[in-house]
């Protein structure tokens, strides 16, 4: 199995530190708000890298963190006159409901802020004690200074950096690039009680510390964004470090890319962030995932309508297949050698696709009964490595695109086709013709096989 590491800029062969138990940590959301599509791609990717992870080791522990101590959380708390914990409740439960539409498996650990924060400040009085860190007005700043391999994961040259992207650069730094660990908080302000007086934690200490709590001092695997690379995974990277002596704090260090709008990149600024939530109205959980996958996770992938009808129109010939496989039973035949490997060259679900597409095609040609079953099952098998294929083809084909309740039911549908069919028998072709184009316009396509008609919503 082989990985690109950020840190090294190339693709390693995955080499587990205990391989008993692999050890991933993947930055989860700061929940004040609604997730949007771009915040899906690494929970889409990573869960995919869980599954693979699961059928090669016996043990996988994946700690995806919540942050429910933000500057943005306040505000959202202010604006509503509410504690925090009111809006951190709501959007984490939203968050939740998202990423089950999409497929997306629990992780092993989902560790909130609040609930470690004795862990936080502990890693704060470590790194004060060895020098890595210092107190200041209230404040505790990591000395970037003291850690020779700063800039290293971003490559980026300390001196033309400023760190901290959520702090602006003070006069009680000792230097310009050095971020904070805690900072004071107002009497109107979320705060809590440390050695440096009532404050909250910086961003970035937040999951080190986490992750040492869960996963222990040095981590097999490291996900998140792009653009976590700097300042967040680069500051993390040395406060872990510093704080365990010298040891590595994760091992692989793997981004996905960043997703853009119709090629322009996605921002609130611009007006085109694109809620989870939203897209969920329009398009079936499935299809949304699938359409997340369908670019390498490490590339730039441009989100768009035709991307998503394309995904919708991918799974309707997936789906297909099993459908018209009928009833045959499936072997216990695992998915192949060959889709396998893809997944475990990098993540490579453009070329897992591509495998499971060839099963589809072998699929619809064979006429072997042993044969059908194995490939029915390889399918299926194949499919839930990438989170596809686990519902019955009818379920499929019989959800709606649209919103709740948007266009008739499958019993009116069911009762079009049986009328449709008798203008056939009678041989009355444009009555039967005007049936199918009514139900076309209505968001149900009809189509004949040997098998009779068949139906799926548009």
Known sequence: MHL??????????????????????????????FAHIGNARPAVVFDVLARVLRRRYPRVDYTRNITDIDDKINAAAAKEGVEIGVITRRYTDIYHEDLDALGVQRPTFEPKVTEH????????????ANGSAYAAQGHVLFNV???????ELSKRDRREMIAGARVEVAPYKKDPSDFVLWKPSTDEQPGWPSPWGRGRPGWHIE????????????IDIHGGGHDLVFPH??????????AHEGATFARYWLHNGFLTMDSEKMSKSLGN??????????????AVR???????YRQPLDWNDEALADARRKLDRLY???RDAGDVAASDAKAPDAFIAALEDDINTPAALAELFELAKALNKSTDAAERATLVAQLRDAGSVLGLLQQPPGEWFSQSTGSAGEGPSEAEIEAALAARLAAKAARNFAEADRIRDDLKARGVLVEDSKDGQRWRRA
């Not at 190339?10 to 205990?18: A, G, I, T």
């Not at 699938?290 to 390498?296: D, E, I, N, P």
């Open 233 to 242: 995974h680069e500051n993390e990277r040395a406060q872990s470090t510093a």
């Open 145 to 151: 200074p003291s850690y020779a391999g700063y800039g």
């Open 290 to 296: 699938l359409a997340l996958l369908t670019g390498h």
């Open 207 to 218: 999951c080190s510390a986490m992750a040492e709590a869960l996963l222990g001092d040095t």
């Open 117 to 128: 924060l004795a862990h936080i400040i502990s890693m704060i009085e470590r790194l004060i």
């Open 4 to 33: 690109h590491n950020t840190l090294s800029g190339r693709k390693e062969e995955f080499v587990p530190l205990n391989p008993e138990r692999v050890t991933m940590y993947v930055c989860g959301p700061t929940v004040y708000s």
């Open 273 to 286: 962030v694109l809620l989870i939530r939203e897209i969920l109205k329009h398009a079936p959980g499935e």
């Open 320 to 322: 297909g297949a099993l």
